[in-house]
T-cell receptor
Framework: DVKVTQSSRYLVKRTGEKVFLECVQD?????MFWYRQDPGLGLRLIYF???????EKGDIPEGYSVSREKKERFSLILESASTNQTSMYLC?????????????FGPGTRLTVT | DQQVKQNSPSLSVQEGRISILNCDYT??????FLWYKKYPAEGPTFLIS?????DKNEDGRFTVFLNKSAKHLSLHIVPSQPGDSAVYFC?????????????FGTGTRLKVLA
């Protein structure tokens, strides 16, 4: 069974803190993605990675960075958290050669920045 | 600039009847379209997809129709069941000018009434 896990379901951080969101998949997928979901805006792509140590900016990369040191793990980093980064963060993965096709999502991390 | 739009934020349907969820897109370069279903406190799960070379794809109770000239796709659920109550996202993907695009709509909340 396909599995994408995210390190926390709920997270509360203070403005200015450095925040790490971790995602692990056990499907040996090459592609991994980070999205944020906000009411009325749907899911927006922050960053994606198609291989270890490779990354590409999505539509809203400002204020975020990512790290992919191992195939199964993709980390989203908020260098200095701000209140407008309060959101639901979703990680996803997909197989190589199917970057346009279906993605498998984790349960999400609801981040609140105060 | 919302390239993928779901103009109905919510829809209520009686159990056993047909549910029709709509999605419009603006960029004719999108060549693959997907529908995802999302329950509360869970990540989206892939439901059904269609390539731009087709106009219909069917999987059990779910059928997706694509009208390229109108830049419109729809998801039909027949018959609707209470367990179908969820938020449905359409997504469109393409490689545009060397950049990967995977754009989600804002979602439609479907409620199937028993």
């Amino acid at each position: 069974d396909v599995k994408v896990t995210q390190s926390s379901r709920y997270l509360v951080k203070r403005t200015g803190e450095k925040v790490f969101l971790e995602c692990v998949q056990d499907m040996d997928h090459e592609n991994m993605f980070w999205y944020r979901q906000d009411p009325g805006l749907g899911l927006r792509l922050i960053y994606f990675s198609y291989d270890v140590k490779m990354k590409e900016k999505g539509d809203i990369p400002e204020g975020y960075s990512v790290s992919r040191e191992k195939k199964e793990r993709f980390s989203l980093i908020l260098e200095s958290a701000s209140t407008n980064q309060t959101s639901m963060y979703l990680c996803a993965s997909s197989t190589a050669g199917r970057i346009h096709y279906e993605q498998y999502f984790g349960p999400g991390t609801r981040l609140t920045v105060t | 600039d919302q390239q993928v739009k779901q103009n109905s934020p919510s829809l209520s349907v009686q159990e056993g009847r047909i549910s029709i969820l709509n999605c419009d897109y603006t960029n004719s370069m999108f060549d693959y379209f997907l529908w995802y279903k999302k329950y509360p406190a869970e990540g989206p799960t892939f439901l059904i997809s269609i390539s731009s070379i087709k106009d219909k794809n069917e999987d059990g109770r779910f059928t997706v129709f694509l009208n390229k000239s109108a830049k419109h796709l729809s998801l039909h659920i027949v018959p609707s069941q209470p367990g179908d109550s969820a938020v449905y996202f359409c997504a469109a993907s393409a490689q545009i000018q060397g950049t990967y695009k995977y754009i989600f709509g804002t979602g439609t909340r479907l409620k199937v009434l028993a």
